[in-house]
């Protein structure tokens, strides 16, 4: 048990060693554009995509670096692609908030909030008569339960018992409006009855937890079962986006979210399991050292050749 958590450990610092950096690159320079990261919410992304088969589609938000780490995205390209590299996993041409990795399952972000429902529908319709077996799961926020397409993609996905789990990453913020103030009913889950299919509020913050649900929702999905709709309750450690002044927070609030963030709590876990406090600081360690290695190979790589700009285009 604790190898599976150490694993875990190691695949949460990957994501957040990853989103230091790019903070770091972005405040620095070599980085420029929007940029959202995931830092406090890695527990949803590495359970979520342990549950996954390769063949199965993911579709992530802006938010997604930690997605598509956890899909298997190398870091290097990955950095690359940030960085405007022609070695990025889309040649530089996708940055922050456009990249793809189809050949790891990762099939996109998108900047459109709760775009990636509907072609998660689209994935999942094609793998019905494409013979992959394929299950497709889509990735939001909180505020994008409120969008038309998120509504209409679980609509036609119930009506139609297609294999998609829908993902809700509820850290309480709609950008930067606290989600409460939006809504009549706090537990997002609930809205899945009016489609006619499971919901669940779990906790967001428990990569175990992430895990079995979502192996669930993928096991009945992958049998015919139709949707399921997870709400994962985490919080985000940082800003809605690189600059964002947070003045939304209330006095002490996070304080109180650095006590249950995911890589604390289980770190927590695995001491009062016996786990020696040096083996655990080494996961972070190999971490850190793993993405300062791929950043700088990333920052030695050519720049991507704005001639190169309208190949892979169709006309």
């Known amino acids: 048990m604790s190898e599976?958590?150490?694993?875990?450990?190691?695949?949460?610092?990957?994501?957040?060693?990853?989103?230091?950096?790019?903070?770091?690159?972005?405040?620095?320079?070599?980085?420029?554009?929007?940029?959202h990261l995931c830092i406090g919410q890695e527990a949803i992304p590495v359970g979520a995509c342990d549950a996954l088969e390769p063949q199965d589609a993911l579709f992530a938000t802006y938010r997604g670096h930690g997605w598509a780490l956890a899909r298997g995205v190398p870091a290097e390209p990955l950095f690359a692609e940030l960085l405007g590299?022609?070695?990025?996993?889309?040649g530089g041409r996708g940055g922050s908030a456009y990249f793809t990795a189809a050949e790891y399952g990762f099939h996109g972000e998108n900047s459109i909030v709760g775009a990636g429902a509907p072609?998660?529908?689209?994935?999942?319709?094609?793998?019905?008569f494409d013979g992959s077996d394929r299950v497709a799961v889509t990735v939001f926020g909180d505020g994008a339960m409120n969008q038309g397409a998120v509504h209409e993609a679980m609509n036609f996905a119930a009506a139609f018992d297609l294999p998609v789990v829908f993902v809700c990453e509820n850290n309480r913020y709609s950008e930067l409006t606290p989600i409460a103030d939006m809504v009549r009913g706090p537990r997002l889950a609930d809205r899945a009855a009016a489609y006619g299919m499971p919901g669940y509020r779990i906790d967001g913050n428990d990569?175990?937890?992430?895990?079995?649900?979502?192996?669930?929702?993928?096991?009945?999905?992958?049998?015919?079962?139709?949707?399921?709709?997870?709400?994962?309750?985490?919080?985000?450690?940082?800003?809605h986006y690189i600059g964002d002044a947070e003045a939304y927070r209330q006095p002490g609030e996070m304080d109180r979210i650095l006590r249950r963030e995911p890589i604390a709590r289980l770190?927590?876990?695995?001491?009062?399991?016996g786990v020696p406090a040096t083996e655990i600081?080494?996961?972070?360690?190999?971490?850190?050292?793993?993405?300062?290695?791929?950043a700088a190979a990333a920052l030695a790589a050519p720049p991507a050749d704005p001639a190169t700009a309208l190949e892979h285009l169709y006309a």
């Open 4 to 35: 599976r958590r150490l694993a875990d450990l190691l695949a949460m610092w990957r994501i957040r060693a990853f989103e230091e950096k790019v903070r770091e690159l972005r405040l620095a320079g070599p980085i420029v554009g929007s940029v």
């Open 85 to 90: 590299r022609a070695t990025g996993v889309n």
């Open 119 to 128: 072609i998660a529908c689209g994935a999942a319709l094609a793998g019905r």
């Open 207 to 239: 990569a175990e937890s992430v895990r079995f649900h979502v192996r669930d929702a993928v096991e009945v999905a992958r049998e015919g079962g139709g949707p399921t709709l997870l709400e994962c309750m985490t919080e985000r450690i940082v800003g």
């Open 267 to 273: 770190r927590e876990g695995l001491l009062a399991d």
């Open 281 to 294: 600081d080494a996961v972070e360690a190999r971490a850190r050292a793993e993405t300062e290695a791929a």
